[in-house]
């Protein structure tokens, strides 16, 4: 059990363009998470997947997130048109499911200038 | 809908000092109670829950909790703190229906020797 890992950990982009994130879950986990967090808040839900299949999506998940989790392993967060309001950390969480314990990962925090 | 609210955005303390960081959520519905840590660079870790049963909660660390439901609050306690507590406490609620997280604005816990 090595943990959840986020990749990249820092990505620097200018408004306008597109980033993609990678979330890789503890193995056997069924549920993975995606959270923002601004500075001074705490972590805000946006998506959430049982498997491959994405069951909750945020209203803060705009048109320009889409997430995807195309084997029920490893997840990807892509924005595109990036804006500064964009700028954040982004967390992914995994687990076992309902009931059982999230476990996050480090974060990939973005700014955008 | 819940919300979770944490009314005290810096707590300083004194080593070996008892600290007592507070939590208040709303929710129409019955829930689950949590409280996480995050260290510098660090991703979240779960100190502890309280799903059902006693209504006090022992974590990780030395902390523990009191889930009140008359009052709706969950405060996190420790008798004596170290300077390795230091850090920032989220409470989060999440419902029966779905496990998605609802985090409060977070507290930072200040320890001084």
């Known amino acids: 059990d090595t943990g959840v890992s986020q990749d990249p950990r820092h990505k620097i982009t200018k408004r306008g363009q597109n980033v993609t994130f990678r979330c890789d879950p503890i193995?056997?986990?069924?549920?993975l998470y995606w959270y923002r967090q601004t500075l001074g808040q705490g972590p805000e839900f946006l998506t959430y997947?049982?498997?491959?299949?994405?069951?909750?999506k945020s209203r803060l998940l705009s048109d320009r997130f889409s997430a995807e989790r195309p084997k029920g392993s490893f997840s990807t967060l892509e924005i595109q048109r990036t804006e500064q309001g964009d700028s954040a950390m982004y967390l992914c969480?995994?687990?076992?499911?309902?009931?059982?314990?999230?476990?996050f990962g480090p974060g990939t925090r973005l700014t955008v200038t | 809908a819940q919300s979770v609210t944490q009314l005290d955005s810096q707590v300083p303390v004194f080593e070996e000092a008892p600290v007592e960081l507070r939590c208040n959520y709303s929710?129409?519905?019955?829930?689950?109670l949590f409280w996480y840590v995050q260290y510098p660079n660090q991703g979240l870790q779960l100190l502890l829950k309280?799903?059902?049963?006693?209504?006090l909660v022992k974590g990780i660390n030395g902390f523990e909790a009191e889930f009140n439901k008359s009052q709706t609050s969950f405060h996190l306690r420790k008798p004596s703190v170290h300077i390795s507590d230091t850090a920032e406490y989220f409470c989060?609620?999440?419902?029966?229906?779905?496990?998605?997280?609802?985090f409060g604005t977070g507290t930072r816990l200040q320890v001084f020797p």
């Open positions: 929710s129409s519905v019955s829930v689950y």
């Open positions: 989060a609620v999440s419902d029966r229906s779905t496990d998605k997280l609802i």
């Open positions: 969480a995994s687990s076992y499911g309902v009931l059982y314990e999230q476990y």
């Open positions: 193995s056997e986990h069924n549920r």
């Open positions: 997947f049982q498997n491959e299949a994405q069951l909750e």
């Open positions: 309280y799903l059902s049963g006693s209504t």
